[in-house]
């Protein structure tokens, strides 16, 4: 098998997996999630770096070309030092995509205001990759940004749905419209927060757009397939799909499966 390969810091990075699985049923596919050590989002660049080269690392071991970072923090803090430096010195032939830049690059076609709003972790956030990398496809595009450091232990300890997230929903939502009453188009710069997408849209004007990035990273990852068809071969295509979590898999698959939206069955992975 040649999967490609699908990582996050936890749980969150399988709602992008969802949306891919639905558009390119045809290809097989790992997931990893580093519950072990997670969360990322309070961790520093080096940190981060080291925790998501060892997981990339682990997905060549299992004959992954290719490999996509669904997890807005390592590919804020870890992506590019992957890319410019690890891979051409250890893995030239392998590749690593992240979830920033196909966002950043449909961005333009959302916002009639200019004014964007970016919802993240404090380690996203922080970063500002989303301001470099949009300002790079949208130059007069204001972005706004926001952390919401309680959304993802809400998420994670399944009460998105419950009446207490309704305080902190609308907590970081009027910090976020503080800073400027005209945007026009909401960011979910983490990959679990489409599981607050319907407390999200009852706080905030029908007039609003609110994107979520599973459906636009599984589009930019077929485009990608289709302009390098040296990767595309390398890739197999029995629809298989594997998931491995660094931490308990009972608890992995009983969380997971709210976030895929079908069944999952995890094995135990251990990193050094």
């Not at 999200?200 to 990273?217: F, H, K, M, W």
């Amino acid at each position: 098998m040649q999967p490609i390969g699908i990582f996050d810091s936890g749980y969150g990075g399988l709602t992008v997996f969802k949306a891919i699985a639905a558009r390119l049923p045809q290809y097989d596919y790992i997931y990893l999630g580093d519950n072990g050590r997670a969360p990322y989002g309070n961790r520093s660049f080096d940190t981060i770096h080291q925790y998501t080269w060892e997981c990339v690392q682990w997905f060549f071991d299992q004959g992954c070309p290719l490999v996509i970072l669904a997890c807005n923090t390592a590919s804020a803090k870890a992506l590019r030092t992957i890319q410019q430096q690890d891979l051409p010195q250890k893995h030239a032939d392998k590749r690593v995509l992240g979830v920033i830049r196909p966002t950043a690059e449909v961005i333009n076609d959302y916002t009639k205001s200019r004014k964007v709003g970016v919802l993240g972790t404090k380690g996203t956030v922080n970063s500002g990759s989303y301001v470099l990398e949009i300002n790079k496809f949208a130059p007069d595009v204001t972005v706004y940004q926001q952390a919401c450091p309680m959304w993802v232990p809400l998420v994670e300890n399944g009460e998105y749905n419950s009446e207490g997230a309704d305080y902190f929903v609308r907590l970081y939502l009027e910090k976020i419209f503080a800073q400027s009453g005209t945007i026009d188009t909401l960011l979910l710069a983490c990959t679990h927060y489409p599981l607050l997408a319907n407390k999200i849209r009852q706080a905030i004007p029908e007039n609003i757009t609110l994107l979520s990035q599973g459906d636009i990273v599984a589009e930019s990852l077929a485009d990608y397939l289709q302009r390098h068809p040296e990767m595309e071969t390398r890739i197999t295509q029995t629809g298989v799909r594997k998931f491995f979590t660094t931490d308990d898999t009972t608890d992995f698959d009983q969380h997971a499966t709210a976030f895929f939206g079908a069944p999952v069955t995890s094995g135990y992975v251990h990193l050094p």
